[in-house]
């Protein structure tokens, strides 16, 4: 059974059905084109345990396709998906099966994949990779960001939950990504990130002509004294799907620039380094997750195989 069935079978859920008067015209569970759904054009039954959020990012440097290029990284890996939107691959990763997809920047976009996965596959865990910007003195550009919590400043997840439902990254892939960064011998840090729409004046940043209002000038010092470690545009929405949802998430960034400290943009930078952290740490929770398995443990995320 999917998790996606299980969430339609609470009585709270059947309840909103039952008092919203369009129901019966929704194409639910979504739109269809040739018997895929229709955003991301997935072969829902060819997708991973373990799924990679990336953008198409001039930041990143990529040099091609992020989703082609993580998939040069993997075994066996096909393409699963390309529906002009989003671009999808699968392969495994020490043993790991692993979908990435690549897509535009910012919540909004990224809900429209992150549905799709949700609705039509029991994939277990979400992790977003790839830029953000720094906003505390001791982030160098460079370093690498594990995610523990987000500050929700989009507005996509406030259409599904208020602002005080938490955006918490779960603890297991939190540990499994610390685990692999020291392992690698990674610079890392762990802390909260502020997720936000805007990149420009909602991030602190001024838009054409230097253009700011009085909040916006506020919003990098207000990051900086909370402790809040860098910023980005996708994770919000990732994590509170997965919260509601019944999925594991989790983000790892490497920071570009960071205009607190001063330190100037460099293309690309950490990059390869995410890439590689994400990797080695979805490869620890598998084997995590594997060790459950055997020893009979409860488990509130079972495999595809578990659950179909």
Same mark, same amino acid.
């Given at each position: 059974m999917k998790k996606s069935e299980i969430i339609r079978s609470k009585p709270s859920i059947q309840l909103m059905q039952e008092r919203y008067e369009y129901w019966s015209r929704?194409?639910?569970?979504?739109? !269809?084109?040739? =018997?895929? /759904?229709?955003?991301?054009?997935v072969d829902i039954d060819k997708v991973g345990d373990y799924l990679i959020y990336l953008v198409r990012d001039p930041l990143g440097a990529y040099g #091609?396709? /992020?989703?082609?290029?993580?998939? $040069?990284? *993997?075994e066996n890996a096909e393409c699963i998906g390309n529906s002009g939107m989003f671009l999808?691959?699968?392969?495994?990763? #020490?043993?790991?099966?692993?979908?990435? !997809?690549?897509?535009?920047?910012?919540?909004? +976009? &990224? +809900?429209?994949?992150? =549905?799709?996965?949700?609705?039509?596959? =029991?994939?277990?865990?979400?992790?977003?990779?790839?830029?953000?910007?720094?906003?505390?003195?001791?982030?160098?550009?460079?370093?690498?960001?594990?995610?523990?919590?987000?500050f929700r400043e989009d507005g996509t997840s406030r259409a599904y939950i208020g602002d005080g439902? /938490?955006?918490?990254?779960?603890? +297991?892939? &939190?540990?499994?990504?610390?685990?692999?960064? $020291?392992?690698?011998?990674?610079?890392?840090?762990?802390?909260v990130t502020a997720c936000m729409d805007s990149d420009f004046v909602g991030n602190g940043r001024p838009s054409v002509g230097g253009y700011l209002q009085p909040d916006n000038i506020n919003k990098l010092g207000t990051y900086n004294r909370a402790g809040v470690l860098?910023?980005?545009? $996708?994770?919000?929405?990732?994590?509170t799907m997965c919260n509601l949802f019944e999925r594991r998430g989790g983000a790892v960034f490497n920071v570009t620039d960071n205009l607190i400290?001063? +330190?100037?943009?460099? $293309?690309?930078?950490?990059?390869?380094?995410?890439?590689? *952290?994400?990797?080695?740490?979805?490869?620890?929770?598998?084997?995590?997750?594997m060790k459950k398995a055997q020893a009979g443990k409860e488990n509130w995320f079972p495999s595809l195989e578990q659950m179909n």
């Amino acid at each position: 059974m999917k998790k996606s069935e299980i969430i339609r079978s609470k009585p709270s859920i059947q309840l909103m059905q039952e008092r919203y008067e369009y129901w019966s015209r929704v194409p639910y569970p979504g739109l !269809v084109i040739d =018997n895929k /759904p229709a955003i991301t054009q997935v072969d829902i039954d060819k997708v991973g345990d373990y799924l990679i959020y990336l953008v198409r990012d001039p930041l990143g440097a990529y040099g #091609k396709d /992020p989703a082609e290029r993580m998939a $040069e990284r *993997l075994e066996n890996a096909e393409c699963i998906g390309n529906s002009g939107m989003f671009l999808s691959y699968t392969g495994y990763y #020490k043993g790991a099966k692993i979908t990435c !997809v690549s897509g535009g920047s910012g919540c909004p +976009e &990224v +809900e429209l994949a992150i =549905n799709d996965f949700m609705e039509y596959t =029991n994939c277990s865990t979400f992790l977003r990779v790839g830029t953000s910007g720094g906003v505390a003195e001791k982030v160098k550009v460079g370093d690498c960001v594990i995610t523990s919590g987000v500050f929700r400043e989009d507005g996509t997840s406030r259409a599904y939950i208020g602002d005080g439902f /938490p955006a918490y990254c779960h603890y +297991e892939v &939190v540990t499994a990504l610390v685990q692999a960064a $020291e392992q690698l011998g990674m610079s890392y840090h762990v802390g909260v990130t502020a997720c936000m729409d805007s990149d420009f004046v909602g991030n602190g940043r001024p838009s054409v002509g230097g253009y700011l209002q009085p909040d916006n000038i506020n919003k990098l010092g207000t990051y900086n004294r909370a402790g809040v470690l860098n910023t980005d545009r $996708e994770s919000s929405i990732i994590m509170t799907m997965c919260n509601l949802f019944e999925r594991r998430g989790g983000a790892v960034f490497n920071v570009t620039d960071n205009l607190i400290s001063g +330190e100037k943009f460099r $293309e690309g930078a950490g990059t390869e380094t995410s890439i590689d *952290l994400a990797l080695e740490g979805i490869a620890i929770l598998h084997q995590m997750d594997m060790k459950k398995a055997q020893a009979g443990k409860e488990n509130w995320f079972p495999s595809l195989e578990q659950m179909n």
